[in-house]
């Protein structure tokens, strides 16, 4: 079983900025896609960015696009997601997880990965 652990989470305000990383199992592991998914309470957990592993090709929700950034280490052994001018509404558990063949028509919901983690609590107020 492949084991991802997030980190990184944390309460803040708005406006503040928050780096998450999800450490690999190691180097041996080489994923097709990762991704960053949201779940706030009472909603269903969505999708908020993703990358292709090898290319480096990013994809975010309209909601994050231009405040989050998804990225990977060149070890390819970590991958972030910092998230800057955070907003109230981007409170939520967050989980990475990981595709062994993600293709591009399933990059973007939760169909498209096989492994996750267990989440770490972004939690945005003043």
């Known amino acids: 079983q492949v084991q991802l652990v997030e980190s990184g989470g944390g309460l803040v305000q708005p406006g503040d900025s928050l780096r998450l990383s999800c450490a690999l199992p190691?180097?041996?592991?080489?994923?097709?896609?990762m991704g960053w998914f949201r779940q706030a309470p009472g909603k269903e957990r969505e999708f908020v960015a993703s990358?292709?592993?090898?290319?480096?090709?990013?994809y975010y929700s309209d909601s994050v696009k231009g405040r989050f950034t998804i990225s990977r280490d060149n070890a390819k052994t970590t991958l972030y997601l910092q998230m800057n001018s955070l907003k109230p509404e981007d409170t939520a558990v967050y989980y990475c997880?990981?595709?062994?063949?993600?293709?591009?028509?399933?990059?973007?919901?939760?169909?498209?990965?096989?492994?996750w983690g267990q989440g770490t609590q972004v939690t945005v107020s003043s």
């Open positions: 997880a990981a595709g062994r063949g993600t293709i591009l028509s399933s990059i973007a919901v939760e169909r498209g990965y096989d492994y």
């Open positions: 190691g180097r041996t592991f080489s994923p097709r896609a």
């Open positions: 990358i292709r592993w090898s290319e480096r090709n990013t």
